[in-house]
């Protein structure tokens, strides 16, 4: 939640003005471009091996995928859709309420999605080596004693919350999106 509401906030502004375009996005590719690997020295030093540095660590990855993808969307709704609602009278918020962002909808839950699978293998890493607790540390005592039962269980225990949270976000989807021509409750993609 913490980095999907920052993703789509800073997306939402940077999609909105090319004024925000300019001090926002270039910092925000250069973060992007880092690998989790690589800053997990930083987080354990800043966060030690707490709660902290997972939360962190997965709000960092979910932001990015909801950020480019809150862009993407806001830039790609139909100009002539935006023409026709000033022609209407629309006031500024109405369009925004109205047309972009039912607009942008589609982008922005397939960023949710991508997000999700980011979120898990951010989880992963964290509890895998920066960790006290949780399944990858479960995974990672176990490969200390060559249990490699545990270390199978716990794969399929992520890939089973995997598989449930992408779901969820299929059903959040198919909800939100009912009355687009492309995601209609009968058909399948």
Known sequence: MIGGSIGFALGTVVG???LAEAPFDRSIQMIRAIP??????LVIVWFGVDEGGKIFLVSLGVMFPIYINTVLGIRQVDPKLLELGR???LSNATLIRRIVLPGAL?????GVRYALAVAWLALVIAETIATSSGIGYLA???REFLRTDVIVLTIVVYAT?????????RLLERRLLAWHPNYAAGERR
Request: glycine content about 6%; overall charge negative.
């Open 16 to 18: 909105f003005s090319r």
């Open 36 to 41: 989790f690997l690589a800053m997990l020295p």
């Open 87 to 89: 022609v209407t009278g």
């Open 106 to 110: 589609p982008s922005i839950l397939a």
């Open 140 to 142: 990672m005592d176990a």
């Open 161 to 169: 919350i995997g598989v449930a949270s992408d779901a969820v976000a």
